[in-house]
């Protein structure tokens, strides 16, 4: 990525000026049409829209739109960018509906944007208190849109709805105590007329939970525990009273099958994160996929993929939902590359596990068995004088998005293949501090390991190409109907991968960390794509 430095460096310095903030005018309110359920369930069907945090209801994060492809990608330049006032890195995955552009800020804040100029119509800004307790940086991953209506997860532990064309609120419901640990980071999803919302605080001694609020009012619909009280018979592979304080929070946005009206949600690691002891037992339903009836928030199914984790590998990644011709019938799946480091495919009717197989370095694990639980390697667990594991605490893969692809049937992810030392204490739970149990340390530089983009075969778990990254990358992906792969890395670089054959096409220095994942959008009939990096969201299109 070297050869064009100075060339790129050119390109940005010439292209258009940055949009600057400005104050909202009168009369500068943005016009789009009222986003319907209706546009939602068929948001595939319009690809000039961004219109939810994963593009479409199943998180594929694909895209129809071909104006820009894998025989032109080099002619993308720089349209225009937008500079957020925070400091802070950018996670956010802006929408896009009918030429307006929505973008979270950190810490918990989202602006209105001209998305062909990123002039502002708007801005919110969310009033945090002084003494809030987050682990990961004050991070916003997006928003979600009904009708007129963007609705926000604020650090604090709440749910905003605001007013899409003034930036007013609507209403502002508390989720939980922000603190005793709790807060909210991802986009909320809509389903029908409710906004699905999980929460954050898993290093706090939490006890997780996914919820369902009516769009209108922000009355709770149900709440879904993700650790099951002492009435359940689940509760028991949890020692003691340890599941009140378990953690398996639900801090990423989940995907939702209209068919079968299943919402599908990951939930992250126990706690303590690295000493089981004081929690012994497989610690249901931490580190799993879980399947919940849409009407009522009960659990359908779910599928722990790491049972009795004690290394950290949160199984909050982004599940993605495919139909796909498996032993000559077609099945319903859900395709998972976990921070485990094993890729899994499901099928998403009944949990059912079809496909697991490391698509990252790991020893930890044997394999896995018919049922897809993890055969053990033997002293492989944290102690207090260290154990060397791979993957790393960072996961063969983490939060950011994975892509899947319907015209090549091949899923994309950015891999790890890292190791760290992991080590235990003994600790007590204090409410509103953290509650690890221990700790981590990398006995080798980030950039002595490898890291790639990889193109996994869901059928057989097979790697079909990779495209290696230095160091370890955190963005997410996008795939598109122009057989591309967008992704970045932490560098600072934006790049275009062919989907088939994952060749290199375009790249261009951003100057930044790309901690988020692209998007693309139309206005006008030209195509964007827009990604954050750093705290800067930079637009791009084709020369005119």
């Not at 603190?179 to 029908?192: C, D, E, F, I, N």
């Not at 801090?251 to 099958?257: E, S, V």
């Not at 499901?346 to 790991?362: C, H, I, M, Y």
């Not at 495209?467 to 122009?482: D, E, K, N, W």
Request: aromatic share 12%.
């Amino acid at each position: 990525m070297q050869r064009l430095l100075i060339a790129i460096a050119v390109t940005v310095c010439t292209a258009p000026a940055f949009a600057q903030p400005s104050e909202s005018q009168p009369g500068a309110a943005p016009s789009f049409t009222p986003v319907t359920w209706e546009r939602l369930l068929n948001a595939a069907d319009e690809p000039e829209n961004w219109l939810m945090y994963s593009g479409t209801l199943d998180s594929q994060r694909f895209s129809r739109l071909d104006q820009v492809h894998n025989r032109n990608v080099s002619e993308l330049e720089l349209k225009w960018a937008y500079q957020i006032p925070q400091l802070d890195r950018s996670e956010a995955v802006p929408l896009v509906v009918d030429g307006v552009m929505f973008i979270t800020e950190a810490p918990s804040n989202v602006v209105a944007v001209d998305a062909a100029t990123g002039r502002q119509f708007w801005r919110y800004n969310h009033p945090l208190p002084d003494d809030l307790r987050i682990c990961c940086g004050r991070n916003n991953r997006g928003v979600a849109v009904l009708g007129e209506t963007l609705y926000m997860s604020t650090l604090d532990a709440r749910l905003v709805a605001i007013d899409a064309r003034s930036g007013n609120v609507v209403w502002n419901t508390a989720v939980a105590d922000y603190r005793s640990g709790y807060s909210k980071t991802a986009a909320p999803l809509v389903v029908k007329d409710k906004i699905v919302t999980g929460i954050a605080g898993g290093e706090y001694g939490i006890k997780g939970f996914i919820d369902s609020y009516d769009a209108s009012t922000g009355e709770l619909d149900w709440r879904a525990d993700t650790i099951p009280g002492p009435d359940h018979p689940d509760n028991q592979t949890w020692a003691g009273d340890s599941w009140r304080t378990g953690g398996s929070a639900s801090w990423i946005t989940g995907a939702y099958d209209p068919d079968l009206d299943l919402v599908y949600w990951g939930t992250g690691n126990p706690g303590p994160d690295w000493n089981g002891d004081v929690r012994m037992g497989d610690n249901l339903y931490s580190d799993s996929a879980m399947a919940l009836n849409m009407e009522t928030g009960g659990l359908e199914w779910y599928f722990q993929f790491t049972p009795h984790d004690e290394h950290d590998w949160d199984a909050i990644q982004v599940p993605i939902l495919a139909d796909l011709t498996m032993g000559g019938e077609q099945r319903k799946v859900m395709m998972w590359a976990n921070r485990n480091a094993f890729y899994y495919t499901l099928d998403r009717v009944n949990g059912e596990f079809l496909v697991g197989k490391p698509f990252a370095k790991q020893t930890w694990a044997e394999g896995l068995d018919s049922n897809g639980r993890p055969i053990r390697v033997p002293d492989t667990f944290p102690t207090p004088e260290g154990t060397l594991v791979s993957p790393p605490v960072v996961g063969g893969t983490n939060w950011f998005s994975p892509a899947y692809s319907p015209r090549t049937e091949l899923f994309y992810v950015q891999a790890y293949d890292g190791e760290d030392v992991f080590y235990k204490r003994d600790e007590e739970y204090v409410e509103g501090d953290q509650f690890t149990g221990g700790g981590f340390q990398a006995p080798l530089p980030i950039e002595k390991y490898q890291s790639a983009v990889r193109a996994i075969d869901p059928k057989t778990g097979d790697i079909r190409w990779e495209y290696q990254i230095q160091p370890r990358s955190t963005a997410g992906m996008l795939a598109t109907a122009g057989d591309l792969v967008f992704s970045g890395s932490v560098d600072g670089y934006f790049f275009a991968l062919d989907a088939v054959s994952g060749e290199e096409l375009w790249h261009i220095n951003v100057g930044r960390l790309v901690h988020s994942a692209p998007m693309t959008y139309a206005v006008d009939g030209k195509q964007y794509v827009t990604i954050a990096a750093g705290n800067v969201v930079y637009t791009f299109g084709l020369r005119d």
